[in-house]
């Protein structure tokens, strides 16, 4: 008997870990993720789409995509890019000025792509969310997606390069984890 009841004792403890596990991912989205997926069209324009990944439904989203190459342009044109800025430099830097709007203003401005999402549900594909005509004369474009959500943030770099006169895609999707503050690959 109790052999009985120390069985029936871990199968109701395993039914209701299942069970807070199923409620959590309903509510918060468990482990499902979304990144962003790229291809081409035979105009030769790329085009992203939203793809979500996981058992769960995904909430309270917001997908911003930046243009690194313009936000770059942008950083050096505030007197910041590529060096290192001593506390003495920095002090200099903010007399007369406000360094730091001026730099939340260039994010801004590097943001190509905004939308927010309430909801979407397991295995949702929204597609395509942008779509941009590459320069001719351009042989690499680079991409910043960060996707907010409430379980977490997808950080996901896209680089496109010319090679042979063909655009290949090369991406990392990488998950910050908002409850144990660690970065995970997906």
Known sequence: GIIICGLGGILSAIQNDKFEKTVQGNLIGGNSYCFIETHF??????????????????YDLIVLI?????FGRLVKDLGLHDRQ??????TQLQKGRDVIGEFLDVQRKSVIYQ??????????????ILRIKLPI??????????????????????????????????????????????????
């Open 41 to 58: 069209d035979e105009h030769g324009i790329v085009n992203f789409s939203l793809k979500c990944e996981g058992e769960y439904p995904m």
């Open 66 to 70: 930046r243009d690194k190459k313009a």
């Open 85 to 90: 800025v001593s506390r003495d430099e920095w």
């Open 115 to 128: 939308h927010e999402w309430r909801s979407l549900p397991p295995k949702a594909l929204v597609m395509p």
């Open 137 to 186: 004369d351009s042989i690499e474009q680079q991409y910043l997606a960060k996707i907010y959500a409430r379980n977490g943030t997808i950080t996901q770099p896209i680089k496109l390069l010319k090679i042979d006169d063909k655009w290949e895609i090369s991406t990392r999707i990488q998950k910050y984890d908002d409850l144990e503050h660690k970065v995970k690959e997906v």
